[in-house]
């Protein structure tokens, strides 16, 4: 099972420039969870904070109980190990081949047989769908292929809590549906905690348990993914729906006036440059029939069942709605995968 990572009031500052501050949250063991915010907002840093990349003036950062901010060297060395980070292009050595990229955590930090490494290096690659590509370069394949790879890369010491970083930067609106199925999938394989960090609405929407929000150097919410789906906080409503109507501006957060400006300009009728108002939860995406239950989401269940009453009514309210969904599809989800795959 997936460890749990917990950070109580981290700060970061570079100079004199505030990232963020007082940032308070939990991933549970073997749970999805998202971090959105506008860019800019310290995301990437947040991110590179928890593997000990970064270290925060305040607070603490505890992996599986241990706080990386004061442990040691040897300590933070074995702490890392428990990490597979998936960056945003891939990471990859542009002069190795894809099965020398993968197979690379592996001569480096164990004593493995090449016969071993070769038979994991295999594995990740089918689980990643890149069987046939293993002597390419990362210059001959596509961006999606290059996640991938970088994904295969991750999961090579078999991690117990993977970090991506903007799964979808540079793919398009198919291929990042493929890759969240994969992580889901992954997750439902090996139980890992996972962190995704990005501004794809859709993503946030359907993949994650849990979801967290980063704004004017504050963590604005995290929680189950109801309660910010179902937000009525300004910021949080703006950014789901993409709209230029809200406290988000193009490069700094707006100041009262400019937001009355704007709002006035939109009662006379200019478009807010959002799609249609997304209201409601889509249904999360689910394990691919034949994968193996998730178990973080039926721990996720009895641990949220058990803080439902301090949630907002809407989040109370679609979490009992997504339980009684779950027990009606869980029937289907049982069903043998060559049964269902005739449907
Ligand atoms: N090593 C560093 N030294 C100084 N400043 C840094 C460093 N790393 C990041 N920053 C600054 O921290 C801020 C947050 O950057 P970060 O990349 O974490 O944002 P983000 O939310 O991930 O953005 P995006 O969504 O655009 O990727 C930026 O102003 C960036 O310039």
């Known amino acids: 099972m997936g460890v749990e990572v917990r950070t109580e009031g981290v700060t970061k500052s570079f100079g004199s420039q505030r990232i963020w501050q007082d940032v308070s949250l939990t991933l549970p063991s073997g749970e999805v969870s998202a971090l959105l915010g506008p ?19 305040r ?17 933070l060395y074995d ?15 542009g002069s190795m081949t894809l099965f020398d990229n993968v197979a690379f955590p592996l001569r480096e930090h164990t004593k493995k047989s090449e016969s071993e490494i070769r038979q994991i290096v295999m594995e990740k690659l089918e689980l990643t769908g890149l069987i046939g590509a293993e002597g390419k370069l990362p210059g001959e394949i596509s961006g999606g292929m290059r996640k991938r790879a970088g994904l295969a890369r991750a999961l090579v010491l078999d991690p117990q809590i993977i970090l991506v970083d903007e799964p979808d930067s540079g793919l398009d609106p198919v291929r990042t549906s493929y890759l969240s199925q994969l992580l889901i999938d992954i997750n439902a394989q090996i139980d890992a905690t ?23 150097r504050q963590l604005v919410m995290f929680g189950p993914r109801e309660v910010l789906l179902t937000s009525d906080e300004p910021v949080v409503k703006q950014f789901l729906n993409g709209r230029i109507i809200g406290p988000i ?23 807010h440059g959002g799609a249609e108002e997304v209201e409601g939860i889509a249904p999360q995406m689910r394990a691919t029939p034949g994968m193996p239950v998730r178990q973080g989401m039926l ?4 641990r949220v069942q058990e803080i439902l009453h301090t949630l907002p009514p809407n989040a109370q309210t679609a979490i009992r709605n997504s339980f009684e969904d779950g027990e009606r599809t869980e029937v289907i989800d049982q069903y043998p995968a060559t049964a269902q795959s005739r449907y």
């Open 39 to 57: 860019s800019g907002t310290g995301k990437s840093v947040f991110l590179k904070s928890l593997i000990g990349l970064l270290r925060p003036e």
């Open 59 to 75: 607070g603490s950062i505890y992996i599986d109980g241990v706080d990386i901010t004061t442990c040691s060297n040897k300590q």
């Open 79 to 93: 702490i890392r190990k428990l990490f597979g980070v998936l960056f945003q292009d891939g990471a990859l050595f």
């Open 194 to 216: 996972i962190l995704i960090v990005t501004h794809n609405i859709n993503l946030a929407r359907t993949v994650p348990d849990n979801i967290g929000m980063l704004f004017r």
């Open 249 to 271: 501006g193009m490069s700094e957060e707006k100041d009262e006036t400019q937001m009355a400006r704007e709002q006035a300009m939109v009662d006379a009728g200019h478009h």
């Open 299 to 302: 721990r996720r269940r009895q």
